[in-house]
Structure formats: C-alpha cells, structure tokens
Nanobody
C-alpha cells in the first residue's frame, strides 16, 4: 500500500502563488507516475498535472497555460505543484495521486489517492 498526504493549501489572493506538496509513504518503490487533480464544488474532478518517476515526462492540463509546474524529489518521495498567477477559478480541493503505470490524465489510472488540500483564491 501507498499513503499520500498533501499539504500547502490555503487562502491566497488572485495573482498570488502557492506550492503544494504530496509526501508518499509505504511501498513507494512501486510508484511510477504521480499527479495532481482538482475538484471544485459542484464539478467533476479534473486532471491538473502529472510527472513520471524519472521526471522526464510531465503533462499538464491545457487550461493551465503554463501557470503551474509539477516537480518531484524521489529521495523524499515527494511531488510538488507550484501554482503561479492564481485565479479565483483555481479554487478547489487539490488531490495527489499515484500509480504504477504511465503518466495519464485519466483518474481511473491512479490507484492511490491523498485526502486533498484546499486552495481558495480570493478576487
């Protein structure tokens, strides 16, 4: 089993920045890609970004337009999401996910999930 714990969420003004972290414990050797998803109230969960274990492959949702950056420190079993130029529409619960497959935008491909961290962007 793999356990994921997110941190770093909070309240920020529009235009500001936040960095989310997700620490993995347990059978971390079995993890390949890790990713971030988000879910706003009344909306479906959507893909934000993903990164392979090697960090060579990264994938981002088209709507981000370069504002977010995903990174990974395998020595710490931690993945990060740097969020810049935040907008009120970025307000959501942000969830970390991991799997043993390939980087994917499909949440069904991820076997392990954190409980999420809330990001609220005020206008």
């Amino acid at each position: 089993q793999v356990q994921l714990v997110e941190s770093g969420g909070g309240l920020v003004q529009a235009g500001g920045s936040l960095t989310l972290s997700c620490a993995a414990t347990g059978r971390t050797f079995s993890i390949n890609p890790m990713g971030w998803f988000r879910q706003a109230p009344g909306k479906e969960r959507e893909f934000v970004a993903g990164i392979s274990r090697s960090t060579i492959t990264t994938r981002y949702a088209d709507f981000l337009k370069g504002r977010f950056t995903i990174s990974r420190d395998n020595a710490k079993n931690t993945v990060y999401l740097r969020m810049n130029s935040l907008k009120p529409e970025d307000t959501a619960g942000y969830y970390c996910a991991a799997s043993s497959g390939a980087v994917s935008e499909n949440q069904d491909e991820y076997a392990y999930w954190g409980r999420g961290t809330q990001v609220t962007v005020s206008s």
